[in-house]
């Protein structure tokens, strides 16, 4: 096998041959550079989906009639709201599920660092505050047996009377109701018990705001991946360095050549066969990475949420 680097649409150009060792190590500072991407997209989704939720409840600001006044509107509401509520979970599930397999395709299987990951994301969910084990299970629930919000009520500005005389409604309070928990068989007990003996009682129900504990759960979220960048950044800073100095060093040698798509290849002996899938070089990774950590710079600062 033959391995070089060139532009990959382009074959008459000249290329760069490396050997195995070498083309390898600029193959896994590509992956490396990759991975650091693939973390902040997690976080980007993750983010997006908890503001759509805030901003969910904020909805009725602008709106001058309380939901008494409209049943059916009021259904919509913590219908939206249930669906932002299960996207939220959704993405936060698969944010704690991958971070992991990106920590041991950086470090390796069973390294110090994956093991530090999961031993935060336990002490998280261990910690005095219940957003993380309430939603964590509540997420379950959702995916396999019920709804995440049972009933909706609305925060009101009872200082300002409109037209028609109502109070303006200036955000909902989605809630869950313990006793529909309960009725899940699969619902984790501990976590129930921890749940019941708060709350208020509605017409004989307990319901909570679900408010607290999403924004808890953000807060650990936040704290986690915090903790993951500061670990993976040496790797993600020097892959970053590595697949530049590839770029640069083809550019240095062959200034005449467009180092467009440039490609990491794996040819045939006789150099007339490409085996496998091209490995494309340049910089657009590292741009969309250091565009999204700049991008979720602000709502960063403002975790740990305070309320």
Same mark, same amino acid.
């Given at each position: 096998?033959?391995?070089?680097?060139?532009?990959?649409?382009?074959?008459?150009?000249?290329?760069?041959?490396?050997?195995?060792?070498?083309?390898?190590?600029?193959?896994?500072?590509?992956?490396?550079?990759?991975?650091?991407?693939?973390?902040?997209?997690?976080?980007?989704?993750?983010?997006?989906?908890?503001?759509?939720?805030?901003?969910?409840?904020?909805?009725?600001?602008?709106?001058?009639?309380?939901?008494?006044?409209?049943?059916?509107?009021?259904?919509?509401?913590?219908?939206? %709201?249930?669906?932002?509520? #299960?996207?939220?979970?959704? &993405? @936060?599930? *698969?944010?704690?599920?991958?971070?992991?397999?990106?920590? =041991?395709?950086?470090?390796?299987?069973?390294?110090?660092?994956?093991?530090? %990951?999961?031993?935060?994301? #336990?002490?998280?969910?261990? &910690? @005095?505050? *219940?957003?993380?084990?309430?939603?964590?299970?509540?997420? =379950?629930?959702?995916?396999?047996?019920?709804?995440?919000?049972?009933?909706?009520?609305?925060?009101?500005?009872?200082?300002?009377?409109?037209?028609?005389?109502?109070?303006?409604?200036?955000?909902?309070?989605?809630?869950?109701?313990?006793?529909?928990?309960?009725?899940?068989?699969?619902?984790?007990?501990?976590?129930?018990?921890?749940?019941?003996?708060?709350?208020?009682?509605?017409?004989?129900?307990?319901?909570?705001?679900?408010?607290?504990?999403?924004?808890?759960?953000?807060?650990?979220?936040?704290?986690?991946?915090?903790?993951?960048?500061?670990?993976?950044?040496?790797?993600?800073?020097?892959?970053?360095?590595?697949?530049?100095?590839?770029?640069?060093?083809?550019?240095?040698?062959?200034?005449?050549?467009?180092?467009?798509?440039?490609?990491?290849?794996?040819?045939?002996?006789?150099?007339?066969?490409?085996?496998?899938?091209?490995?494309?070089?340049?910089?657009?990774?590292?741009?969309?990475?250091?565009?999204?950590?700049?991008?979720?710079?602000?709502?960063?600062?403002?975790?740990?949420?305070?309320?």
């Amino acid at each position: 096998m033959k391995y070089i680097l060139r532009p990959y649409y382009q074959p008459e150009l000249p290329s760069i041959e490396y050997t195995e060792i070498d083309f390898q190590n600029i193959l896994s500072a590509r992956r490396n550079s990759l991975l650091g991407l693939t973390h902040e997209c997690l976080l980007e989704i993750l983010l997006q989906n908890y503001e759509e939720f805030e901003s969910e409840l904020l909805a009725p600001a602008n709106r001058t009639s309380t939901a008494t006044s409209d049943w059916a509107r009021a259904i919509d509401e913590m219908q939206v %709201l249930g669906r932002r509520l #299960s996207n939220f979970l959704s &993405s @936060s599930k *698969a944010y704690i599920d991958q971070l992991p397999q990106i920590s =041991n395709a950086m470090f390796g299987d069973g390294a110090a660092g994956t093991a530090e %990951l999961k031993a935060l994301c #336990s002490s998280e969910y261990d &910690s @005095s505050q *219940a957003g993380y084990r309430v939603c964590t299970a509540l997420r =379950n629930h959702v995916q396999h047996k019920g709804y995440g919000i049972h009933h909706i009520s609305y925060a009101e500005d009872h200082n300002t009377i409109v037209a028609d005389g109502m109070t303006k409604v200036l955000a909902i309070i989605p809630k869950v109701s313990v006793d529909i928990l309960a009725s899940d068989s699969t619902f984790k007990k501990s976590i129930l018990h921890e749940i019941s003996s708060a709350g208020e009682v509605l017409h004989g129900e307990r319901l909570h705001d679900l408010r607290p504990w999403v924004r808890q759960f953000m807060n650990s979220l936040a704290k986690i991946h915090l903790r993951a960048r500061e670990m993976f950044d040496p790797i993600v800073s020097a892959s970053d360095k590595s697949v530049a100095d590839a770029v640069a060093d083809y550019s240095s040698r062959y200034t005449a050549a467009k180092s467009q798509a440039l490609a990491l290849l794996t040819l045939s002996e006789d150099r007339t066969t490409v085996e496998g899938n091209p490995h494309f070089l340049g910089s657009q990774q590292v741009n969309q990475r250091t565009a999204l950590i700049v991008k979720n710079m602000f709502p960063f600062s403002r975790f740990p949420i305070e309320f």
